[in-house]
């Protein structure tokens, strides 16, 4: 039962390239999320899905797309990347987007653009 | 959405309980309040979540004061692989998951 898998494990983009961030989970969960951390902080919600074919918004969004390929899966793209987009991705699902079940995260993609 | 305070940091020794402190004073009647922990070079990981009553589970003990303005998560018995960064989230609804930056939680051997 592997989870939440991402890949790539580790990136570096030159400013301006463009790349997507997949993640794939396998536990049948409806609601997938993307959410950013910087050094020192905590994670912050850049866009979510709350079940296949929708897509919203999150904290930090300006600079990413997303795409709800599947139930499955849930990739992140950076159209042109900037320096301030340096940081370490983590993809979650969850059973349903409510308060009452728990996230699983993957290990993470640590992008780092120059 | 509510506010929580946790202490930058602890330590504990191996092998002894570990309580981590929250206070969620803003709290509503109908917000969960969850736990989540990360490991280094890790995403973070479900730990526990409860609403009034305390909770258990295999990887700790969720005490919530009578109140809920502030909660305790109870590690029985602190293992190396406890070392991590705690997180209290109280989530109401539909709202995402909002992390702050944690309780650093340091394990002596």
């Known amino acids: 039962n592997a989870g939440v898998t991402q890949t790539p494990k580790f990136q570096v983009l030159k400013t301006g390239q463009s790349m997507t961030l997949q993640c794939a989970q396998d536990m049948n969960h409806n609601s997938m999320y993307w959410y950013r951390q910087d050094p020192g902080m905590g994670l912050r919600l850049i866009y979510y899905?709350?079940?296949?074919?929708?897509?919203d918004k999150g904290e930090v969004p300006n600079g990413y797309n997303v795409s709800r390929l599947n139930k499955r899966e849930f990739s992140l793209r950076l159209e042109s990347a900037a320096p301030s987009q340096t940081s370490v991705y983590f993809c979650?699902?969850?059973?349903?987007?409510?308060?009452?079940?728990?996230?699983?995260f993957g290990s993470g993609t640590r992008l780092t653009v120059v | 959405d509510a506010k929580t305070t946790q202490p930058n940091s602890m330590e504990s020794n191996e092998e002894e309980p570990v309580h981590l402190p929250c206070n969620h004073s803003?709290?509503?009647?109908?917000?969960?309040i969850h736990w989540y922990r990360q490991l280094p070079s890790q995403g973070p990981e479900y730990v526990i979540h409860?609403?009034?009553s305390n909770v258990n589970n295999r990887m700790a003990s969720l005490a919530i004061a009578e109140d809920r303005k502030s909660s305790t998560l109870i590690l029985h018995r602190a293992t190396l692989r406890d070392a991590a960064v705690y997180y209290c989230?109280?989530?109401?609804?539909?709202?995402?998951?909002?992390f702050g930056t944690g309780t650093r939680l340091t394990i002596i051997p």
């Open positions: 803003t709290i509503s009647g109908t917000d969960y």
């Open positions: 409860g609403l009034t």
């Open positions: 989230i109280p989530v109401f609804g539909n709202e995402k998951l909002t």
């Open positions: 899905s709350a079940s296949e074919g929708t897509t």
């Open positions: 979650a699902s969850s059973i349903a987007p409510t308060d009452y079940y728990g996230y699983t």
